[in-house]
């Protein structure tokens, strides 16, 4: 089975600190995604890497990065975080060019204050 | 630009029959997937259709029409169980690396 896991389920953070979100999948997956879900916008997606330091921007990248120096491990960033990032922030992660089957993490619900 | 449209609710008793739809707009088509999400968990993927017509997995199946853009999930026997958030999502224009974009999901509440 493919496992997907992520750092913390729950993060409670001040606003301006850094945040560090963490995802690591033990299945060689090439592709790693990350997501943030908000009610009535369903999965937005932030950042993707389709290989160890290689990275693109999704849709919503503005006060994200992403940190991928290992195959198995996709790191969020968020550099100084807002009470706008507020959410559930999901990783997730797929086999190649078979993207329309992604792997998700169990998510980490983050509070900014 | 891409985009995908489901219903935002859907209601149904337990044992009928429910049909979540799905209309999309994409500049490359390369099937489309489903995934359920319960309150509170990870999405998990149910199905997938590159080509036209109907799959079946168990009490779920899925349909593709890609000459009407358009696809449905249907639950059979419904069970309290399948109380959850179901997505779409199809892969992005003519990116082969994998991305999808998702439909806003529609919420099914079975009733007993």
């Known amino acids: 089975d493919v496992k997907v896991t992520q750092s913390s389920r729950y993060l409670v953070k001040r606003t301006g600190e850094k945040v560090f979100l963490e995802c690591v999948q033990d299945?060689?997956?090439?592709?790693m995604f990350w997501y943030r879900q908000d009610p009535g916008l369903g999965l937005r997606l932030i950042y993707f890497?389709?290989?160890?330091?290689?990275?693109e921007k999704g849709d919503i990248p503005e006060g994200y990065s992403v940190s991928r120096e290992k195959k198995e491990r996709f790191s969020l960033i968020l550099e100084s975080a807002s009470t706008n990032q507020t959410s559930m922030y999901l990783c997730?992660?797929?086999?190649?060019?078979?993207?329309?089957?992604?792997?998700f993490g169990p998510g980490t619900r983050l509070t900014v204050t | 630009g891409q985009s995908l449209e489901q219903p935002s609710e859907v209601t149904a008793v337990e044992g009928a029959i429910v049909q979540i739809n799905c209309t999309y707009q994409?500049?490359?088509?390369?099937?489309l997937s489903w995934y359920q999400q319960h309150d509170g968990g990870a999405p998990t993927f149910l199905s997938y259709?590159?080509?036209?017509g109907l799959e079946e997995t168990g009490r779920f199946s899925s349909f593709l029409s890609r000459s009407d853009s358009y696809g449905y999930l249907l639950l059979q026997e419904l069970q309290m169980k399948d109380s959850a958030s179901y997505f779409c999502?199809?892969?992005?224009?003519?990116?082969?690396?994998?991305?999808?974009?998702f439909g806003q999901g529609t919420t099914l509440q079975v009733k007993p």
């Open positions: 890497s389709y290989d160890v330091k290689m990275k």
């Open positions: 259709n590159a080509l036209d």
């Open positions: 999502a199809v892969r992005r224009g003519s990116s082969n690396t994998g991305k999808l974009i």
């Open positions: 997730a992660s797929s086999l190649g060019l078979a993207g329309y089957e992604q792997y």
């Open positions: 299945m060689d997956h090439e592709n």
């Open positions: 994409t500049s490359g088509f390369y099937g």
